[in-house]
C-alpha cells in the first residue's frame, strides 16, 4: 500500500536524530578547530611552531584524515549494515559512543599529554598534543559515520520515497542549521573562554549519548531494510558502487554527486576557518562586538533573514517542477556570494553576502541530497553511503581546507598569541577561492541535466 505521507513517529525520530547528529558534527566540523587556535595553540613558542606546523594546517590536516575515517567507515559499516539488514542497533548503539567520545575531548590538554608520553620538550609537547586531537578526532569520527552517515542516511532512504524526499531533506537541512545555531550558540561560551572546554564538549556529548539511549526504544527498521535483498558477499559489497557497469547504469546519481561535491568542495575551502576567521578578523575589523551589535546591523540582519526565507520558500516550491533550473540558480548564486565575501571584511557587505551564500548553500544541499536519494538503487541503500561520502566528504574535506590553508597563508595574516608568537588565522582571500571552486560545479549539472532529474522509481514504502 502507497502511502504519501511519513508517520509522526517516523518526523520526530528524523527531527531528534538529526539534531543530535548535527549537535555532535557541529561541536566536531566548528570547535574542534577553535580549540587548537584557542587553547592549544595559544601559550606556545615561535620555535615550537616552527617546529611543527601552523594552526592552519593542523585544522587542514585533522579535517582531512577525519573525512578519509568517514568515508572507510561509512563503506565497512553502510554494507554491514545492509547485510544484518538492521539500522536501528547501527544508530543507537553508534549516537551512544559518539556522545561519550565527543565528551572526552574537554580532557585533552598539553599538560595531560605531556604527562601521558613523558615529554618536557616544548616542541614535541606541541606536536604530540595536535597528533593526539587528530587521533581522537578520527574515533569520534568513526562513531559519527558508522551512526549518522551510514545507517541513519540509509534509514532515511528507506522509509521515503521520490516525492516525500525534497521535503524530508528540507526539514534536515532546517534542523541541521538548528543544531548548528545552538551549538554555535553554547559555543562561543566556551571560544571566548566564559565557560570551559571540558565543559562544553561534556555537556553536548552528554546529550548525544541520552538520543542513542533512546533509539534503543523507538527505532524500528522499515520492511523494506528487513526485506531487501543482499549479496552473500560482503566484500564484494564494499566495491559494488566501483563497478564500471553500476556506474554507468546509473549514470544520473555520479553526476549529481560529483557536481554536489565541487559545491561542498568550495564550501569546505572556508568552513573549518569560519569562526576563527570571525574571532580574530571580522570582529577586529568592526571595532569589537559592540559595533557589531549597533541597531543598524541588527536590523540589516533582519532584513537579510526575512530576504532569505522568502527566497528559500519559493524556490523550493518551484523545484518540484524544475529541479534542475533551482540547482543552477543554487550554484550560481552561492559562487556570487563567495565572491562577495572575498571583497571585504566590514560586517555590512557580510550581511549582505549571507543572502546569496545561505540562499545557494540550501538549494545546494536540499535539492542534490534528495537528487542523491532519489537516484540510489532501492535496497542498497546501505552499499552506497559510502560511495556517497567520498563524493560530499572525503574529497571535499581532503581538497578544501588544503586551499583554504594555502590562501590564508598566501595572506599571512596573523595574531600574536601569550608568549609573542605569530599564529597564521584565515583571511578574507579564502573565499574567492572558495567561489573559483564552486563554479566548476556547474559543468556535470549541465550534463545532469541534460539527462533529466525525473526518477521512474515506483517506490512502496511502510510509514508506521
Request: hydrophobic share 55%; proline share 3%.
Amino acid at each position: 500500500m502507497n502511502k504519501e505521507k511519513l508517520s509522526k513517529k517516523n518526523w520526530l525520530l528524523i527531527t531528534l536524530f538529526s539534531f543530535m547528529g548535527g549537535v555532535a558534527w557541529n561541536t566536531e566540523n566548528m570547535y574542534f578547530n577553535t580549540f587548537i587556535t584557542n587553547e592549544i595553540y595559544a601559550d606556545v613558542s615561535q620555535a615550537a611552531i616552527l617546529g611543527t606546523m601552523e594552526a592552519t594546517t593542523a585544522v587542514a590536516r585533522m579535517v582531512a584524515l577525519s573525512a578519509i575515517a568517514a568515508v572507510v567507515t561509512t563503506f565497512i559499516m553502510g554494507a554491514l549494515s545492509d547485510k544484518l539488514k538492521n539500522r536501528k542497533m547501527f544508530i543507537s548503539v553508534g549516537y551512544i559512543l559518539w556522545g561519550i567520545v565527543t565528551a572526552m575531548f574537554g580532557f585533552i590538554s598539553k599538560d595531560n599529554v605531556a604527562a601521558l608520553f613523558n615529554l618536557s620538550d616544548e616542541t614535541k609537547i606541541l606536536g604530540c598534543t595536535v597528533w593526539f586531537v587528530i587521533l581522537m578526532d578520527i574515533v569520534m569520527t568513526f562513531m559519527g559515520s558508522t551512526s549518522n552517515d551510514a545507517a541513519f542516511q540509509a534509514w532515511v532512504t528507506d522509509i521515503t520515497v521520490p516525492k516525500q524526499r525534497p521535503v524530508v531533506e528540507t526539514v534536515l537541512s532546517v534542523v541541521g542549521t538548528i543544531s548548528s545555531l545552538a551549538v554555535t550558540g553554547i559555543g562561543s561560551f566556551a571560544q571566548a573562554g566564559t565557560i570551559s572546554y571540558k565543559l562544553f564538549f561534556g555537556g553536548l556529548g552528554f546529550v548525544v549519548t541520552l538520543c542513542g539511549v533512546a533509539g534503543l526504544f523507538l527505532l524500528k527498521d522499515p520492511p523494506r531494510t528487513i526485506q531487501a535483498q543482499s549479496s552473500s558477499n560482503y566484500i564484494a559489497d564494499l566495491f559494488y558502487g566501483f563497478r564500471p557497469s553500476v556506474i554507468k547504469e546509473n549514470s544520473r546519481l555520479y553526476l549529481s554527486l560529483l557536481s554536489f561535491c565541487l559545491a561542498i568542495v568550495a564550501f569546505q575551502v572556508f568552513y573549518p576557518y569560519l569562526l576563527t576567521y570571525v574571532q580574530y578578523v571580522v570582529i577586529p575589523d568592526n571595532g569589537g562586538v559592540e559595533n557589531i551589535l549597533k541597531p543598524s546591523v541588527i536590523i540589516t540582519a533582519v532584513v537579510v533573514v526575512i530576504i532569505l526565507l522568502a527566497c528559500i520558500v519559493t524556490l523550493l516550491k518551484l523545484s518540484t517542477k524544475k529541479r534542475g533550473l533551482c540547482l543552477l540558480i543554487g550554484v550560481i548564486v552561492l559562487s556570487l556570494g563567495f565572491f562577495i565575501l572575498s571583497t571585504s571584511t566590514g560586517i555590512f557587505v557580510i550581511l549582505a553576502s549571507l543572502v546569496p551564500v545561505v540562499l545557494g548553500n540550501a538549494l545546494v544541499n536540499i535539492l542534490f541530497s534528495a537528487t542523491v536519494k532519489d537516484f540510489t538503487p532501492e535496497g542498497k541503500a546501505g552499499m552506497f553511503q559510502g560511495i556517497r561520502m567520498i563524493f560530499v566528504v572525503m574529497i571535499p574535506m581532503v581538497i578544501g581546507p588544503v586551499i583554504g590553508d594555502k590562501a590564508c597563508q598566501y595572506a599571512a595574516r596573523t595574531i600574536i598569541n601569550e608568549v609573542g608568537a605569530e599564529v597564521i588565522v584565515p583571511a578574507k582571500d579564502m573565499f574567492l577561492w572558495a567561489g573559483i571552486v564552486c563554479i566548476f560545479a556547474l559543468i556535470p549539472l549541465f550534463f545532469l541535466m541534460k539527462k533529466g532529474l525525473d526518477t521512474e522509481k515506483t517506490e512502496v514504502t511502510e510509514n508506521e
